[in-house]
């Protein structure tokens, strides 16, 4: 039979890569559905320190896996590489066909750990020590190849066999963890095209619900459509992340996306200016919010106005924000055209670290307003400088007032329901044959931006409330946490002077041992003494006993070689004896024959 040797670069452990060959029922949906069920999150516990901290892995909304600590920037950073190519390829209207196997490699490793580390869990594996092969291996390739995966021949065994064939196993007789992950995800290793994250913000949890829930599949393909705050934060990063990538292509309008501080969406401070004449729309109509009234601010906005807060941008939590312009403004009224100095420049001067303050990324629906707001606000700005400029005469109930770019001014009110007031007066520079009901409508405008300037004065009377309570809250947690401090350090002195009690009794308790000891070695020095002393006499004596015993034996030996001596003589003289008796018997034989 023929062998079927596995080549010197194969592994078994190797994550498998699907094509549209290999796996034709993973189509782009199925894709797509995989991605959004099998989105991997990382969470951070903040309120315990870092060295405590356990890798927190969640699948969708599967159980939480912990696994080793190692793997958190790994997976941080792979997770956000993998987001940030389908918003990339989304983005750039680049053919799925090309990428959307290389984006579910990586889904299915990052899978892969999640379920491995759940088994792992299941037997009592999961710790430090703990590692997970496939994900180790791809992940090597990977960080040694600068993140760039290869469209062309695939992230598969191609690939494999030439990485193996640049470094054999050297790189992969390395651990994970001698990767330097931070350097990597903080952009300081190789060249690559691949963004670079925050590394004291982006590298320690992961939301993937928030980039999951912008990712919808369409009769036509992937589009991307953040659905809620999170959703568009998370966009707003990629944005902003992406923005040397995505140099050459124009965005499209992030619409339903948070508008980011100092975006060209908001509207400047210095670009308040009053609507051209054109602008405005006359009605002897009651107006209705159906209708005739702008796009109204979200009730998120306005709880959040009301209660002055506001969503940061680093970990979404709700915390007080009060820009500096919190003093009302108290000008009086004058001209508004852009021209001469007047209130709207000075209270625009005011307005301008509230207009650009985060505020305005709270709602969906802030940025439309925003943009419709700048781009009729600017019209003005264009018109003829022949115009005649509006002037009215203060009023105490039309004093100005901040304006804000989410809030919609009021419907202007037509000349026919309006009141009549003694102190209205024509304007001076007003030209003869001016239209009445163009100076009303332009009076009508102004008057609902003195009442945009009250809503802002009440929010920011409200801040400022909100910004004392804060600030005496403040106060109180600070006293609280000097007690709780010198609590801790009294508590720290008494338990370092138990400490010390404690060491000076183990001190005595050590210097008695050291005398029992002493005197033990004393005692038993002068037992071994008085058995060597015995032995020795003891020795003296069995020397003394075997030359006694040996001169008896030499004297014993000597009269038993005398007393042989002797018994060989007498056993000589026997023989002789019987030689002559026998000589005697043989000639009285001879005599007695003869007889």
Request: proline share 7%; with cysteine; glycine share 4%.
């Amino acid at each position: 039979m023929l062998s079927h040797a596995k080549p010197p670069w194969y592994n078994a452990e190797d994550l498998t890569f699907y094509t549209a060959e290999n796996h034709p029922r993973y189509t782009l949906a199925v894709i797509v559905d995989f991605l959004r069920r099998n989105a991997v999150s990382v969470k951070c516990d903040k309120k315990r320190p870092r060295s405590q901290h356990d890798l927190v892995l969640r699948l969708g909304s599967s159980e939480a896996v912990v696994s080793a600590e190692i793997y958190r920037i790994p997976v941080v950073f792979l997770s956000n590489f993998l987001w940030g190519s389908v918003w990339s390829v989304i983005m750039r209207q680049e053919l799925w066909e090309d990428h959307m196997f290389n984006i579910l490699h990586i889904a299915r490793l990052l899978q892969s750990l999640h379920a491995s580390a759940s088994n792992a869990a299941k037997h009592g594996q999961s710790g430090p020590l703990w590692r997970c092969t496939p994900f180790d291996r791809a992940l090597l390739r990977m960080s040694y190849d600068e993140f760039i995966l290869p469209v062309d021949s695939g992230y598969g065994e191609a690939y494999n066999e030439r990485f193996w064939n640049r470094y054999k196993d050297k790189k992969y007789n390395q651990d994970v963890s001698d990767r330097p992950w931070m350097d990597i995800a903080a952009g300081k290793k190789g060249e690559r095209i691949v963004p670079a994250l925050n590394v004291k913000d982006e590298l320690h949890s992961f939301n993937a619900a928030a980039y999951v829930e912008c990712l919808h599949m369409r009769p036509d393909g992937p589009v991307w459509e953040p659905v809620s705050e999170a959703g568009r934060q998370a966009t707003s990063r990629l944005r902003e992340r992406y923005k040397e990538v995505m140099a050459d292509i124009e965005l499209p309008p992030a619409d339903n996306e948070a508008t980011p501080a100092g975006s060209a969406d908001a509207v400047r401070a210095d670009e308040l200016t009053i609507p051209a004449e054109e602008d405005v729309i006359m009605s002897s109509r009651p107006c209705t919010p159906e209708k005739d009234a702008p796009p109204a601010v979200s009730a998120e906005l306005e709880a959040m106005f009301a209660n002055g807060m506001t969503f940061t941008r680093e970990n979404q939590d709700v915390k007080p924000t009060i820009g500096r312009s919190s003093q009302p403004p108290s000008s009086p009224p004058g001209d508004f055209t852009s021209g001469q100095p007047g209130t709207s420049a000075r209270s625009t001067n005011r307005l301008r670290s509230v207009g650009r303050s985060p505020l305005r990324s709270a709602s969906p629906n802030a940025s439309r307003v925003a943009s419709t707001s700048s781009q009729r606000l600017q019209q003005r700005s264009r018109t003829p400088s022949g115009r005649s400029p509006v002037s009215l005469p203060p009023r105490q109930e039309d004093a100005p007032r901040p304006t804000s770019v989410h809030q919609s001014p009021p419907c202007p009110v037509p000349a026919s329901r309006r009141a009549a007031s003694p102190s209205r007066s024509q304007p001076v520079d007003q030209p003869v044959g001016r239209p009445q009901s163009k100076l009303e409508a332009e009076i009508a405008q102004l008057r609902a931006i003195v009442a945009g300037h009250e809503q802002y004065r009440a929010l920011s009377e409200a801040f400022a409330e909100n910004a004392k309570q804060e600030r005496e809250a403040a106060r109180e947690r600070e006293a609280r946490h000097a007690e709780d401090i010198a609590q801790l350090r009294r508590e720290a002195a008494l338990r370092e002077a138990r400490h010390t009690e404690e060491r000076r009794e183990a001190a005595q308790r050590e210097a008695r041992q050291s005398e029992m000891m002493a005197q033990v070695r004393q005692e038993v020095l002068a037992v071994r003494q008085e058995a060597l002393a015995e032995m020795r006499e003891r020795e003296a004596r069995w020397l003394a006993e075997r030359t006694e015993l040996k001169a008896a034996i030499v004297k014993r030996s000597e009269l038993l070689a005398e007393r042989n001596m002797a018994l060989s003589h007498e056993m000589a003289l026997s023989a002789d004896l019987h030689k002559q008796l026998n000589t005697l018997q043989t000639g009285l034989n001879n005599l007695t024959g003869k007889i």
